[in-house]
Nanobody
Framework: QVQLVESGGGLVQAGDSLRLSCAASGRTYYDGAMGWFRQAPGKEREFVVA??????YYADSVKGRFTISRDNAKSTVYLQMNSLKPEDTAVYYC????????????????WGQGTQVTVSS
């Protein structure tokens, strides 16, 4: 089992930056895939970014603005979000999986509880 706890969400203005953290515990996770998804009200959970095996995958909507990184010593994954837009408003979820199986949310094994990000215009 892997436990994931997100933090760092909040209310910001358009153009601001925010960094989300995902603290992981439980079985060794860092050899697998780690990623971030988001879900806006009334919409499906959508892929944001993930890395696995030295590869990083970004959704087109965040490419160039968001960056994923990890600190293995702290068992923490980060999502740096720059140039935020109102359409980035959503609950952001950290996800983990034994290996990367794609961008569909149902192909990921473990989830955090989510953290709310609200971007005002």
């Amino acid at each position: 089992q892997v436990q994931l706890v997100e933090s760092g969400g909040g209310l910001v203005q358009a153009g601001d930056s925010l960094r989300l953290s995902c603290a992981a515990s439980g079985r060794t996770y860092y050899d697998g895939a780690m990623g971030w998804f988001r879900q806006a009200p009334g919409k499906e959970r959508e892929f944001v970014v993930a890395f696995s095996g030295g590869n990083t995958y970004y959704a087109d909507s965040v490419k160039g603005r968001f960056t994923i990184s990890r600190d293995n010593a702290k068992s923490t994954v980060y999502l740096q979000m720059n140039s935020l837009k109102p359409e980035d408003t959503a609950v952001y979820y950290c996800a983990a999986s034994t290996y990367y199986r794609g961008r569909s949310y149902d192909s990921w094994d473990y989830w955090g509880q989510g953290t709310q990000v609200t971007v005002s215009s």
